[in-house]
Structure formats: C-alpha cells, structure tokens
C-alpha cells in the first residue's frame, strides 16, 4: 500500500464482456456493476469526478448502489495510504496523496448531496403531473407502504431530508415520495447535506476498516441494506411521538 512521492497515477473504469473472463480484468480490484451486458470495474485511484457521475446515476436508479460504491471509495482511499504502523510514513502517504484525497472526498460528497435531488424533483413533477398513483408500483415499495410514508412526509416534512440519509435501500423512495408531497427543496436540502456529514464518513470508515478485503466488505454492504431498511422510519416515529408528546404536554 505505499506508494511514491508523485501521488497515484488515476485509473478510469474498464469496460469488458461481461460473457468472457479476461486475465487482466481478473486481477483488477475494483467496484463492479454490469451495464448493458457489459462488465464495469471502478479501480482503485478513480478520479474523484466519475465517482460524482456514477451517484447522479445512482439517483436516478440506475445500477449503482450508492452504499457500496461509498464503500469502495473508503476502501480505494485507504489503500492510497501506508499503514505499516509507524507515524510518520502514514503522514507522509497522506501528504503525498492529500490532493486526491480531498478533492475525491468533496466529489463524492457533493454527489450524494445533489443526487439524492433528483427523486425529490421527480417527485415533484409527479405531483404537478398528478399521473397514476401506480408510480409507486416502480419504487420498489408497496403502495400501502408508500402511502404510510407520504403522511409521514406530510406531518413531519421539514425532517426528512436528514431522515432520508439514514433510509438505506430506500433512499430514492423516500426522496421521491417528499418531492410527491409537497416538501420545501430548501429544508430538504439542507438535510441532505447535514444528513451526509454523518452517513458518508461511515460508509468511508467501513471501507478504510475493510481495506484488505474489499470483496467482503462490499457483499456485507448488500447483505446490510435489507437490515437496516426499517431502522430510519422506526427512529422517525419515535421522533414524532416525541414532539407529539412535548407538544400536547399539559402545563404546569
């Protein structure tokens, strides 16, 4: 893991058949998703701005999960760094690939920020377009769920940008239902944004913790996403049962 002076040299993604194994493509770590019948391998030492692009892809739900990719950065991140239990060759990997880092960082960051937009304005338009209420049949939740959440939305909409980082496997749902519902695009954004200083540097610590065993830690990550598919919503009642309580206490 240590590398030179001069910083790492950037890897673009490679694109191969998915149909054939290729010797090269075998030995590359890296982020994969299938495109198209196609083969795609984030490597390690991506420039920061394809990872911003594969999140708007992924808010637009389109073959990225935003978990493990995040993940993946964590993982391409730490192994940029020398780790050999001595200070002061960690510093100075990190002072030599502190540019990368930072701005990778900052791509990433603003790419979940600005992605998870993207449902919300589409929910938006579904909500002047009035169209069928079968559009929830294409979230990927039920209809009952999603009705649940909308008046959940509608109660408590100011929080749910904030709650909406933590929905994990639900995340595009959520965004599109408060756009559906009406929620100011400023208050949602600003929760977003607070709401992924807590969830990025996560995903980021996973992946530094599971630098050695990317393949692990990515397949944990999907086998997490179902698990903690609840956890948002549960936490949300138990915020909003809260302030109904302080609200309606009687006074002394």
């Known amino acids: ?19 054939t194994q290729s010797d090269t493509a075998a030995a590359t770590i890296g ?9 795609v391998i984030i490597p390690e030492y991506t420039p920061g701005w394809v ?28 192994r940029t760094l020398c780790l050999d239990g001595t200070w002061q ?14 701005s990778t960082v900052l791509w990433v960051y603003w790419g979940v920020c600005i992605s998870d937009m993207v449902p919300f304005y589409l929910g938006k338009l579904f909500r002047k377009t009035k169209a069928s209420e079968d559009i929830y049949s294409k979230l990927g939740v039920s209809k009952e769920k999603a009705l649940s959440v909308s008046r959940a939305i509608q109660k408590y909409g100011n929080l749910i940008g904030f709650v909406e980082r933590f929905s994990i496997g639900v995340r595009n749902p959520t965004a599109f239902l408060a756009g559906a519902a009406g929620v100011s695009a400023d208050c949602y954004f600003a929760g977003v944004c607070c709401g992924c200083l807590f969830t990025l540097p996560i995903q980021l ?39 109904y309580l302080r609200r309606y206490r009687p006074s002394s």
């Open 89 to 102: 060759s960690f510093v100075n990997s990190f002072s030599s690939n502190a540019s990368y880092i930072i």
């Open 205 to 243: 610590v996973v992946g530094f913790l599971l630098r050695e065993r990317p393949v692990v830690a990515l397949a944990s990550v999907a086998a997490a996403v179902g698990i903690w598919t609840v956890f948002p919503y549960a936490a949300a009642a138990f915020t909003a049962l809260f302030l």
């Open 51 to 78: 990872y911003f692009w594969l999140l708007m892809a992924a808010g637009f739900g389109l073959f990225i999960s935003e978990e493990a990719l995040n993940v993946w950065v964590g993982i391409s991140l730490a």
């Open 1 to 19: 893991m240590k590398q030179s002076s001069a910083g790492p040299s950037f890897s673009l993604p490679q694109i191969i058949d998915a149909s």
């Open 31 to 39: 982020y994969t998703f299938s495109l198209f019948g196609k083969k």
